[in-house]
């Protein structure tokens, strides 16, 4: 049962390098999110997918872009990483044939510095 | 815009008694799912219970249970029994009803309690 599973689960970034997260969920989810949470919050969202070829801002979207490599895959990209993007961040899924019910991955930590 | 509120930011309990955590949230809309997710110290976002709000009946799952009042936006979680295990951060969530064919993809956080429980 291995759900949504993120890549990597630690990085250390210095400013201005670029990176990606990568994740993929094996319950054919139609729709797709990354989150992110810093200390002492919940989560909030950054962008999300609600199907296959659709991509669409959340909360907190700047600084952020995303890819809906397809059904499986939702990956987020840091063009150029900034201390304020140190958090740890979340990928998740739903479906309505699941009782759109988000289930999230572990979690990646990622550090700025 | 919704929000959610947990009024508690820590709380403890001792193993085996019962402890109840608050959650009070604002929304226009009059169908909605809330849920309550545990954070263990391991970071992963696990979920305890949701509930929708058209059902009248409160859900339950096992030793957890949630008192919902909708009239009065409330959506508490109860914890029976309480084990060392469940010691984590919980979290109270908001999500709107998908549109047909996609989702609202949002769930808004309250900023969640730290529950301790003592041996």
């Known amino acids: 049962n291995a759900g949504v599973t993120q890549t990597p689960k630690f990085q250390v970034l210095k400013t201005g390098q670029s990176m990606t997260l990568q994740c993929a969920q094996d319950?054919?989810?139609?729709?797709m999110y990354w989150y992110r949470q810093d200390p002492g919050m919940g989560l909030r969202l950054i962008y999300y997918?609600?199907?296959?070829?659709?991509?669409d801002k959340g909360e907190v979207p700047n600084g952020y872009n995303v890819s809906r490599l397809n059904k499986r895959e939702f990956s987020l990209r840091l063009e150029s990483a900034a201390p304020s993007q140190t958090s740890v961040y979340f990928c998740?899924?739903?479906?309505?044939?699941?009782?759109?019910?988000?289930?999230f991955g572990e979690g990646s930590w990622l550090t700025v510095v | 815009a919704q929000t959610v509120t947990q009024s508690q930011p820590e709380m403890s309990v001792q193993e085996a008694e019962t402890v109840t955590l608050s959650c009070t949230y604002d929304t226009s809309e009059n169908n909605y799912y809330l849920f309550w997710y545990k954070q263990p110290p391991s970071r992963q976002m696990i979920l305890v219970i949701r509930?929708?709000?058209?059902?009248?009946q409160n859900a339950t799952e096992n030793r957890f249970s949630v008192n919902f009042q909708k009239a009065a936006k409330s959506f508490s979680l109860k914890i029976s029994d309480s084990q060392l295990g469940d010691t984590a951060m919980y979290f109270c969530?908001?999500?709107?009803?998908?549109?047909?064919?996609?989702?609202?993809?949002?769930?808004?956080f309250g900023k969640g309690t730290k529950l301790s429980v003592k041996p």
């Open positions: 998740a899924s739903s479906d309505r044939r699941a009782g759109n019910t988000i289930y």
């Open positions: 319950m054919n989810h139609n729709s």
């Open positions: 509930q929708e709000a058209y059902k009248q």
């Open positions: 997918s609600a199907s296959e070829g659709t991509t």
């Open positions: 969530a908001f999500m709107k009803p998908p549109l047909y064919g996609g989702s609202q993809g949002n769930l808004i």
